[in-house]
C-alpha cells in the first residue's frame, strides 16, 4: 500500500477515492484504447451505483458506456463475446452477490474460453463488483465472496485497499488478456452516502501506471507477527498493529491485493521473519483466504513460533442488526487479541 | 430457390457431417463392449452425435464468411462442419489428441477454431450471450460481421434465452438465433414443457422477425437463413428462426430412447433429409455424377480426417497445465 509520503512527484498531493481512482483508470483506458467499453446496470448516467463509471457517459457517448437491462446473463456473457471479439470490455455487476444469476458466463464461460480453445481464443475482460458489509444491508447484499471466485481456474481476482492501487491494479486489469474480478469493498469506495476508511482515500499519480496483478504490498514493516489482509482487512489490520506497537510488539501487515494469483512468496518471506501468521479476512470461514494462506506456509515447511490463526466471517449468512453483524465481523480489536494469543501464548 | 453451386454445396456438407457421425458410432463404441462404460474407448465421455440437423447447419451457414461468429451447443459437429472449423483438427479433438482444436483439453462439446470465428458450449442457452456480444464487436467496428446462435428448442424455456434476445433487440445488433427444433429436451418433448406451440412466436416478445420452417428442408432454411442474415448485415437488427428438425439418434450414444413412441425412429428415417434432398436435387436437373462426386469427396476428407486423427499422438499429460490463462 503506498501512502503520500512514498510519492516523490512535485506536485500537490491529490485525495483520491477508490471510486474516482476506478472511473479515472477506465476513463484514461478508454481514451487510449479504443476497443475498451463499459457495460452494466445503472453505468450511464448515474454513474455507477459505486461511483466506478462518474463522468464516462458524458466524455465517451452511449455506444462505449452502455446502460444494460437486468439481464446479467446477457450482458456478461456479451463480455465474453465481445473478448473473444477483440474487444476489451469492462462489465460492472453491482454487488457480488448477485452473480447467482450469471455464474454459468462467468465460470464455465469466460473462465474456460483460453482454455478449450488451446489459448486460440483469449478474454480480456473485467468484471467489477462490490462486496462487503458492516452497514446493516444483511445477506443477499454484504457477501465478500472471494474465495468462491479465487477457487475457480483461469480467473483472476483483484481487492485493492486504498485509491492508489485501485487505480494501478484496474489498468492492469483492463490490459490483462484474462478474465479478472476486480472487487471493491464498500467500506472502503468513498461513498457520500456509506462510512468510508479514510485511509483508502489516497494520492495516486494523474498518468499511467499499473501496479501488477499477483503482487503483494507490505503495509506495515515488522518483525515479530505477520498480519495477512485485503481490501478492508487490511486498514483492521494496521489499526491493531498501532495497538500492538504500544504494547512493544511489532506487527508487519500484507496487503495481498490479489487473491488469484496469490503472491505466497511475499508471505512466505514475512513470516520466516516473525515466526508467527494471523490471516484475517471478511468471507466466510470455512476453505477461505485464510485457510490458503496458512496452507501455504505450512507447505513450505517454515518454522513457527505459535500456531498460526485466521479470522473470517463466521460459516453464517450476514446477519441485519448491527449487534450481530457487528459480533461476526472482523475489526481491529479481534485481530489485536487474536495476536495476542500468538504473540503471548 | 437456392443458386446452383450452394445447394451442392450444401448437400456435399450434409454428407461429409453424416459421415462424421457415422465413423465415430463404431469407434465410440470401442472399448464400450460386451459392458458400456463411458469411460473408455478412444471416445470417452458423452457424444451427442447430428444425424437429422443437418439441413439447419447448411441452410444457414451457406449465408456465413470466416469473419462472422457462430456459437453452437453440445450437438454441435454438423455446425463446426458447415462453419468450416478445421475437419483434421476437429476429429483429433474428439480424439484427445495433440493435434486437436485445443489439443485435448475440450473435446467433442467444446471446440473452439478462431480462423473461422467457431464456438460451442455444453451449457443449455449459454452460446446466446455471447453471439450477441460478438455481433456488438461487429456494430462498434462498423463492420458488417454477423453472429449466429444455434439452440435446441429445449433452450428456449432458458432464462439466457430470453434475456439474450431482448439484449439483442435494444442493442439491435447483427445476430440470429437458430432454433434447431428436434422436438425433444433428452427424454422431455417439447410439447410437454412448452407452453407456446412455436418458439418463433416468441420472437414478437423481443420486437424481432420471428420465422418458423417446417420440413427440415436445407432450401427452405437457406432462404428465410439469407434474408435474415442481409437483413443483419443491413445493421436492421437480430431475428429468430425456428427450425423445426429431427434427431435421428439417442440424446447421447447409449441413450436407451424408451420415451420415444413405437415407429417414430423409423418413420423419421424414412424422411431422411439427406437422401430426400439428393432426390430434390436430381429432379432439379442435378447431374448424379456430380452429387456422387460430392459425396465422394465429402467422405475421403473426413475419412483422413479420422484417420490422421488415431495415428496422432496424445499430450504429454503435463500440458495439462497450459493455457488455462493466457
Known amino acids: ?345 | 430457390m437456392s443458386n446452383r453451386s450452394d445447394r451442392l454445396w450444401m448437400y456435399g456438407t450434409m454428407v461429409k457431417s453424416r459421415h462424421f457421425e457415422a465413423l465415430i458410432k463404431p469407434a465410440y463404441f470401442e472399448g464400450k463392449t460386451p459392458v458400456f462404460n463411458m469411460a473408455k474407448g478412444p471416445l470417452p465421455g458423452e457424444m451427442h452425435l447430428s444425424d437429422g440437423q443437418e439441413p439447419c447447419a447448411v441452410g444457414v451457414c451457406a449465408h456465413l464468411r470466416p469473419g462472422d461468429t457462430v456459437t453452437a451447443t453440445h450437438r454441435p459437429h454438423h455446425v463446426a462442419i458447415a462453419k468450416g472449423v478445421n475437419l483434421d483438427a476437429m476429429a483429433a479433438e474428439i480424439f484427445g489428441k495433440a493435434t486437436g482444436l485445443s489439443g485435448g483439453r475440450g473435446g467433442h462439446m467444446h471446440l473452439f477454431d478462431a480462423h473461422v470465428n467457431f464456438a460451442c458450449s455444453g451449457i443449455i442457452a449459454q452460446g446466446l450471450g455471447p453471439a450477441v456480444g460478438a455481433a456488438l464487436a461487429s456494430k462498434l467496428r462498423g463492420e458488417d460481421h454477423v453472429a449466429v446462435a444455434f439452440l435446441g428448442e429445449g433452450a428456449a424455456n432458458q432464462g439466457a434465452f430470453h434475456e439474450a434476445l431482448n439484449l439483442a433487440s435494444v442493442w439491435k445488433v447483427p445476430v440470429l438465433f437458430v432454433i434447431e427444433d428436434n422436438a425433444y429436451g433428452i427424454s422431455v418433448a417439447k410439447r410437454d414443457c412448452t407452453a407456446v406451440a412455436r418458439n418463433a412466436d416468441r420472437a414478437a416478445a423481443y420486437a424481432m422477425p420471428g420465422h418458423f420452417i417446417p420440413g427440415n428442408d436445407p432450401d427452405a432454411v437457406y432462404a428465410v437463413a439469407g434474408e435474415a442474415i442481409a437483413r443483419a448485415r443491413r445493421g436492421e437488427g437480430p431475428s429468430l428462426i425456428e427450425i423445426e428438425t429431427c434427431r435421428l439418434e439417442g440424446h447421447f450414444m447409449g441413450d436407451a430412447e424408451a420415451y420415444r413412441p413405437a415407429g417414430e425412429v423409423e418413420r423419421l428415417k424414412a424422411a431422411d433429409p439427406i437422401p430426400a434432398y439428393r432426390d430434390r436435387l436430381l429432379a432439379d436437373g442435378f447431374d448424379a455424377a456430380d452429387l456422387d462426386k460430392a459425396e465422394t469427396d465429402a467422405r475421403a476428407a473426413v475419412d483422413a480426417a479420422f484417420a490422421a486423427a488415431r495415428a496422432a499422438a496424445y499430450p504429454q499429460p503435463e500440458e495439462a497445465f497450459d493455457h488455462v490463462f493466457a
Open chain 1, 1 to 345: 500500500m503506498s501512502s503520500p509520503e512514498t510519492i516523490t512527484a512535485p506536485r500537490p498531493a491529490r485525495r483520491l477515492t477508490i471510486a474516482r481512482a476506478i472511473s479515472e483508470a477506465i476513463g484514461q483506458e478508454m481514451e487510449r484504447d479504443p476497443a475498451v467499453l463499459v457495460m452494466g446496470e445503472d453505468i450511464g448516467k448515474l454513474g455507477g451505483v459505486f461511483g466506478t463509471t462518474t463522468g464516462l457517459l458524458e466524455k465517451f457517448g452511449a455506444e462505449r458506456v452502455r446502460d444494460t437491462p437486468i439481464s446479467e446473463t446477457a450482458f456478461i456473457g456479451a463480455a465474453v463475446g465481445l473478448a473473444a471479439s477483440g474487444m476489451r470490455p469492462i462489465a460492472e455487476l453491482m454487488f457480488v452477490d448477485f452473480f447467482g444469476v450469471c455464474m454459468d458466463a462467468i465460470y464455465n464461460l469466460a473462465a474456460k474460453q483460453s482454455y478449450f480453445s488451446g489459448g486460440q481464443v483469449t478474454c480480456p475482460m473485467v468484471l467489477m463488483t462490490s462486496v462487503g458489509g458492516g452497514y446493516g444491508d444483511a445477506g443477499q447484499h454484504s457477501q465478500t465472496l472471494y474465495a468462491t471466485f479465487g477457487h475457480l481456474p483461469g480467473l483472476k481476482v483483484v481487492i485493492p485497499s486504498n485509491a492508489h492501487d485501485a487505480k494501478g491494479l484496474m489498468l492492469a486489469a483492463i490490459r490483462d488478456p484474462n478474465p479478472v474480478i476486480f472487487m471493491y469493498h464498500k467500506a472502503l469506495q468513498g461513498m457520500g452516502w456509506l462510512g468510508t476508511v479514510q485511509r483508502s482515500i489516497t494520492d495516486a499519480p494523474e498518468g499511467d501506471y499499473v501496479v501488477p496483478l499477483g503482487k503483494a504490498a507490505i503495509a506495515r514493516e515488522g518483525s515479530d507477527i505477520t498480519l495477512v489482509g485485503l481490501g478492508l482487512s487490511v486498514h483492521h489490520a494496521l489499526d491493531a498493529a498501532a495497538r500492538l506497537e504500544k504494547q512493544g510488539h511489532s506487527a508487519e501487515v500484507i496487503d495481498l491485493r490479489s487473491i488469484a494469483p496469490l503472491d505466497r512468496e511475499t508471505v512466505r518471506a514475512s513470516v520466516r521473519k516473525t515466526g508467527r501468521l494471523l490471516a484475517v479476512d471478511d468471507d466466510y470461514m470455512s476453505y477461505g483466504v485464510g485457510a490458503e494462506i496458512i496452507a501455504s506456509v505450512c507447505e513450505a515447511g517454515i518454522p513457527l513460533r505459535a500456531a498460526p490463526r485466521r479470522i473470517a466471517h463466521p460459516d453464517i449468512p450476514v446477519p441485519f442488526t448491527p449487534v450481530m453483524e457487528h459480533f461476526v465481523l472482523p475489526d481491529a480489536d479481534k485481530i489485536a487479541a487474536a495476536a495476542l494469543t500468538i504473540l503471548e501464548p
